[in-house]
């Protein structure tokens, strides 16, 4: 709740501020005068009355005035109220703006009893907001039902006969007596709170294609983000399809109703037309344009909804800059679990549940996120597709997933498996798999597209080819390995197809015994430098009358299997599998290795062996990267480079938060 632009934290019960009476017509002055100006007001004696829609209009009249003949507005006087001492924990304002709580007390109101809200606007750019809140209105209050449930109830405004830019505007509309999300998610134990607030049941269950109740934390919060975001979807839909677009979805504008349990948007006050209103530059094609990027304004907001409904340590100030921040600087969207990662696991070692709902179902919500966040104002996802996606679809309901998001589901899944430290020997069979099909659903497979997605910075995720770690071997000195980058930047020559490329791996020299306990020790990088150039290829996998020992890469046997699974019902149109298919090739120059210690007390004989153990424990082509031979797969978050020896390198892009900060 804010009262003149202050603040209140919600509380457990609804917390009452106390005010003096408003017995006056409101005259404006400042926020530290605010409480003597109500102890200064005197009550008026008009009474309620609802517009009558078929009175004739008057030539000179105020633009106030002309509202009488709009039959949902309705004109109050002060006297109708009987104002409350008392301001609820739930109400929002600006700094421009006052908010008091009020009962309708004229009989012959059809608001009679009522609780209101009077938000008296100050300046003049408040005073616009709620003249286009009663506009907005007029058109949404076509469909009732509707506007009744997805919408904050406005009723009309409070009339003075006093004229003058120092006036204040007084807007009425309705109070649902509850907390805005932002209040909701600022509670310690929002969760069950909110469940029994909604006091969910069947119905509401069934709107979301979920017929379970109660388990883990994680399915509860699951499903009450479900119920939240389509009700709020179908809200903004509802605006669209009047032509109109908030421009001001934001948590604080967002409130939840326990008496219909549904999610109700904030007065329209800011609210936008598609069409464009100046007659000599409106045309078809003007309009749609402007269509197209106030939804995908819209959209973009609806995202941000999301994201901190979810994953809570978004509500964090700066933590929320940051994300919007990785967003601004040009990041792809779905690189965004990849770069909250280490936010996200600072705190919660054994499992973020923000995380672990974004995970589930191959990874939908991060899918659902990234195109509600689309840089592209073209690319954003619509509210009706958006109510379609599997992240917000219960079990009970069947979606079919398009190619785009299988391709994203085998990506999410293998990238989670690979985070595992993994040495069992059918859990690496089956992320060589999914590898395989990646590179066989690979959506970028001429050069072209390896142009556009390869410059940037690569993390190596996993590696088919061998494996070996600190626990298996006693080696002097212990290196522990911490990451492997592949940077490709455009290189500075006439052949755009060439890209100067740095494999740079990062590792800490352990000179105890007890490694185990301790791994502190100095750091050091292995840093390896050549140029590259990619040319059209394909990569040919052997047949059955080739030797078995080419035969170890082949796809054959193990993706035809999981093709033919019910998991990949749209894929069985593939009868057989190619022979080869496109790739490019990798072309490398002489290479350049550095290494670089942050220890003076190492000997070169000592920094032979740190040498030696890191070319043990990465995969070879790290550090002599001529041995890379052909990219088969690559879009916007992942990479995969096959190897001379037929080894698979999955790598994701890299935006770590200190080079987005």
């Known amino acids: 709740m804010a009262l003149c632009g202050v603040s209140f934290l919600p509380a457990r019960d609804a917390l009452r501020i106390s005010l003096p009476p408003l017995t006056s017509s409101p005259f404006p002055c400042s926020r530290r005068s605010w409480g003597s100006r109500i102890m200064r007001r005197s009550q008026a004696t008009c009474s309620l009355r609802k517009i009558d829609s078929t009175a004739p209009s008057g030539a000179g009249k105020p633009a106030l005035e002309a509202d009488e003949q709009i039959g949902p507005v309705m004109k109050f006087r002060m006297s109708d109220f009987a104002i409350s001492s008392q301001v609820s924990v739930g109400l929002h304002g600006r700094a421009d703006e006052l908010i008091f709580e009020a009962t309708v007390c004229d009989p012959n109101s059809s608001l009679y009893k009522s609780r209101v809200v009077l938000r008296q606007l100050t300046t003049v750019q408040a005073k616009r907001r709620g003249q286009r809140a009663l506009e907005v209105l007029k058109k949404l209050a076509r469909r009732k039902l509707m506007y009744h449930s997805y919408a904050m109830q406005v009723y009309g405004y409070v009339f003075s006969s006093d004229i003058g830019d120092n006036i204040p505007f007084t807007l009425v509309h309705g109070y649902h007596g509850s907390y805005s999300l932002r209040h909701w998610l600022q509670l310690s134990d929002w969760l069950p709170t909110l469940e029994v607030t909604l006091a969910l049941d069947d119905e509401c269950l069934r709107r979301v294609g979920d017929d379970t109740t109660g388990g883990p934390a994680v399915s509860r919060q699951h499903r009450l983000t479900r119920i939240l975001m389509r009700d709020l979807l179908i809200a903004v839909n509802y605006l669209h399809s009047h032509g109109l677009a908030h421009t001001e979805l934001r948590l604080e504008n967002v409130h ?67 994300f919007k921040s990785f967003l601004t600087k040009g ?67 069947r979606t079919g997933p398009s190619m785009d998001l299988i391709r994203w589901g085998l990506g999410s899944t293998t990238v989670r498996m690979s985070e595992d430290y993994i040495y069992v020997g059918h859990q690496r069979s089956r992320i060589a798999y999914f590898i395989e099909l990646m590179e066989l659903l690979n959506p970028n497979p001429r050069t072209k597209g390896w142009l556009n997605f390869l410059p940037g910075r690569w ?16 080696t002097t000195p212990r290196v522990l390995i911490d990451d492997a980058y592949l940077t490709l930047r455009q290189a500075s020559v006439p052949d755009h197809r060439s890209f100067s490329l740095v494999s740079n791996i990062s590792f800490k020299i352990i000179p105890t015994l007890h490694w185990p306990h301790d791994k502190s020790g100095p750091t050091g990088s292995l840093q390896v430098k050549s140029l590259v150039r990619i040319c059209p290829g394909r990569r040919h996998y052997p047949k059955e009358e080739d030797s078995e020992e080419s035969r170890r890469f082949a796809i054959h046997n193990s993706a035809s299997g999981h093709l033919s699974s019910r998991k990949w019902k ?92």
């Open 256 to 322: 939840i109703s326990p008496v219909d349990k549904h999610v109700k948007i904030g007065i329209l006050g800011n609210a936008a037309d598609f069409n464009n209103s100046n007659p000599n530059h409106s045309t078809n094609e003007v309009n749609n344009d402007r269509r197209k990027l106030m939804i995908a304004f819209d959209m973009r907001c609806v995202g941000f909804i999301m994201a901190r409904l979810i994953l809570k340590e978004l509500m964090d100030a700066s933590i929320f800059l940051k």
């Open 331 to 397: 990041n792809d969207p779905s690189c965004l679990r990849e770069f909250l990662l280490p936010i996200l696991c600072r705190d919660s070692p054994s499992g973020n549940p923000g995380l672990q709902i974004m995970d589930r179902n191959w990874g939908a919500g991060w899918n659902l996120l990234s195109q509600l966040l689309a840089l592209k104002p073209s690319k954003r996802i619509s509210c009706l597709d958006a109510l379609r996606h599997p992240f917000l679809c219960g079990p009970k309901w």
């Open 570 to 661: 749209g894929m069985d149109n593939l009868k057989e599998l190619p022979s080869s298919l496109p790739a490019v090739k990798l072309t490398m120059d002489d290479i350049d290795v550095s290494l670089k210690l942050d220890s003076s007390s190492l000997s070169a004989d000592a920094a032979k062996k740190v040498l030696q153990e890191v070319r043990t424990q990465i995969p070879f082509e790290m550090f002599d990267v001529s041995k890379f031979v052909c990219g088969t797969y690559v879009d916007s978050r992942m990479m995969v480079l096959r190897g001379i020896s037929g080894s698979a390198l999955l790598f994701t892009r890299s935006c770590s938060v200190n080079e987005n900060v």
């Open 459 to 474: 993390r190596l995720l996993y590696s088919t080819g061998r494996h070996i770690g600190l626990t298996l071997r006693q």
